[in-house]
């Protein structure tokens, strides 16, 4: 017994010393490696009280307009209504006037309301949910899900700093994970207002980023206890023969390809095209590019991740509207031009002009209108 505690103290011992000789090897060498630091996602007072006016139990933040729905307001006014568009920043038409969205030249050339739920920020699974929360106060006879290609890496993630550090949205949000083929939602995790002081604490970016894809992608140590552990970790082997890394953002240009993600994103189109329905509506994706997007449509190809939204949308019959060929096909048509014409993040105050245009010619070819 007693040789048994003898090796059990010699063992305590070793493991001791190695770990003190680890903590002050890497408190010497720390700015040559690179850790991950919660607290790096900590927020200021300043910061919670900028974000706490856009906070949403449901979807994580909204843009909270005063108008009847929650929509974006309008400059046109007809008695009745015709579509329900839902999506992101694009859909919102970020940058431009309430006069110069694209749903507000659309309403202009049918006579009839069409509604601007986009929300700045959005992910896919975002914007399924806010159509769930939101349809049924407007009814109308289109609804459409508005996306880009990017949405998808937004959909994986559940605290935008963990995906992009300069973002400026600084909410958690709920996500979809697909189970059994099944979506399963994963609510917001700050459910009050007044619990936004959990942003300023770097445990609950730890809990949170069990849910995150992106959170610590590139698997980088921490500057924590048990230091031994970080020999053993691959980005300081890595770091330790070639240097630092020189760039740590995500790369998101990928992620339709993996099937786990793409299988995901699917999952919420079924789901928007079957609740649609199920509410008498006609469900239409609207795919909005980005510059990368039509870049590749001018060169005559397709985008990989464009492609399989596309080829996904068209086995299916679902009805797909597909800006890039607005947008591209206008760039196509006026090389000299050039994107600056109809962009500039997002589509500027011509482009919604083009991009209302070819919806219109879509829903008329469809005859959906007129």
């Given at each position: 017994m007693k040789r048994l505690l003898f090796y059990l103290i010699f063992i305590f011992l070793t493991l001791?010393?190695?770990?003190?000789?680890?903590f002050v090897y890497f408190k010497i060498q720390k700015e040559r490696f690179t850790f991950y630091d919660p607290s790096g996602f900590v927020l200021t007072n300043?910061?919670?009280e900028k974000a706490r006016p856009k906070f949403d139990p449901i979807t994580g933040w909204s843009e909270k307009y005063k108008t009847s729905y929650g929509e974006r307001p309008r400059k046109n006014s007809f008695p009745d209504s015709l579509i329900a568009t839902f999506g992101d920043s694009f859909t919102n038409c970020v940058g431009v006037e309430d006069n110069e969205t694209w749903q507000h030249h659309l309403s202009d050339s049918i006579g009839k309301t069409v509604f601007n739920f986009g929300v700045g920020g959005f992910g896919m699974g975002q914007t399924l949910i806010h159509f769930r929360e939101n349809y049924d106060k407007v009814k109308t006879p289109i609804v459409t899900y508005g996306f880009t290609a990017e949405n998808l890496s937004r959909a994986i993630n559940v605290y935008r700093p963990f995906y992009f550090k300069r973002t400026g949205v600084t909410l958690p949000k709920p996500r979809f994970f697909l189970e059994n083929g099944k979506l399963i939602l994963w609510e917001t995790p700050i459910q009050k207002e007044r619990d936004l002081n959990q942003l300023q604490n770097p445990n609950f970016?730890?809990?949170i980023g069990a849910f995150d894809y992106w959170y610590n992608h590139n698997n980088l140590p921490h500057y924590s206890f048990?230091?031994?552990s970080i020999f053993f970790n691959e980005s300081y082997q890595y770091e330790l023969m070639n240097g630092k890394y020189d760039d740590l953002k995500a790369v998101n240009r990928e992620i339709w390809k993996q099937e786990e993600f793409a299988n995901l994103g699917f999952a919420m189109f079924d789901a928007f095209v079957e609740e649609a329905t199920a509410k008498g509506a006609?469900?239409?994706f609207v795919f909005i590019p980005t510059k990368f997007d039509n870049f590749a449509f001018f060169e005559d190809r397709l985008s990989g991740r464009h492609r399989i939204i596309k080829e996904y949308?068209?086995?299916?019959?679902y009805l797909f509207?597909?800006?890039?060929?607005?947008?591209?096909?206008?760039l196509k048509a006026n090389p000299e031009k050039g994107h600056k014409t109809i962009y500039h993040h997002h589509i500027n105050s011509f482009g919604t002009t083009i991009f209302a245009q070819g919806f219109l010619k879509f829903l008329k070819e469809k005859e959906l209108v007129e």
């Open positions: 001791a010393t190695i770990e003190i000789i680890s300043e910061q919670i970016f730890i809990k048990p230091y031994t006609i469900p239409i949308c068209e086995s299916k019959d509207f597909d800006g890039t060929e607005v947008m591209g096909g206008w």
